[in-house]
């Protein structure tokens, strides 16, 4: 069993819907991100959550819409989406900093393959 | 501006013979580097890393090489086996682990037997 979960595994939404993306990591760290992977690019960062604090926005459009509310939990809100946002998402956790110590190895989710119609 | 390039995007290799996967970076800060795997629908799987204070970092049949004058790293399999058929990503970060990962559009690796 991995210890980064998402759910849905694969969606597919109107550019009028709106939806979120869920992923839970059992790992006990205390560092979560989102990535983005469209077809031919490199995994993108988008949103850096540490101990539930956001630290990173990767001048991530606003129509995607982060939250964590505990660290084993991390959603991405999505709503009023375009064609070209869909993409592979992927869910990451690390054990961020710890007393100083960087930890570096990221741990990734099975991601959920989102389509925009 | 790519900053982490991987410039093969497929590598053909014989079973039992080494694998060499090559990763070019532009970005002076990155002080860590880490190889994943990935297969298709899963996500990318940690493989292996290395700090920039080292120039080799290895772990059973895979090792890593770091140059730091040439901003070059390559990841080796040796021997190759038919499993690790699959696409890997070279990834850098700096500043610290609980920064994102910045990486490679990946190079799809196959086996042949």
């Known amino acids: 069993e991995t210890g980064v979960t998402q759910t849905p595994r694969h969606l597919v939404m109107g550019m009028t819907n709106k939806k979120s993306l869920k992923c839970e990591q059992h790992l006990g760290h205390n560092a979560m991100y989102w990535y983005k992977q469209s077809a031919k690019k490199p995994l993108e960062l988008m949103f850096v959550y540490n101990f539930k604090e956001q630290t990173e926005n990767n001048s991530v459009p606003s129509r995607f819409s982060p939250e964590c509310p505990n660290s084993s939990h991390l959603f991405l809100h999505l709503h009023t989406l375009q064609p070209e946002d869909s993409a592979l998402y992927l869910c990451a956790s690390s054990q961020g900093w710890i007393s100083g110590t960087k930890t570096y190895e990221q741990y990734f989710g099975p991601g959920t393959r989102l389509t925009v119609t | 501006d790519q900053q982490v390039k991987q410039n093969s995007p497929s590598l053909s290799v014989q079973e039992g013979r080494i694998s060499i996967l090559n990763c070019d970076y532009t970005?002076?800060?990155?002080?860590?580097f880490l190889w994943y795997k990935k297969y298709p629908a899963e996500g990318p799987t940690f493989l292996i890393s290395i700090s920039s204070i080292k120039d080799k970092n290895e772990d059973g049949r895979f090792t890593v090489f770091l140059n730091k004058s040439a901003k070059h790293l390559s990841l080796h399999i040796v021997p190759s086996q038919p499993g690790d058929s699959a696409v890997y990503f070279c990834a850098a970060s700096e500043r610290g682990g609980a920064d994102g990962l910045t990486f490679g559009k990946g190079t799809h690796l196959i086996i042949q037997p």
């Open positions: 970005n002076s800060m990155f002080d860590y």
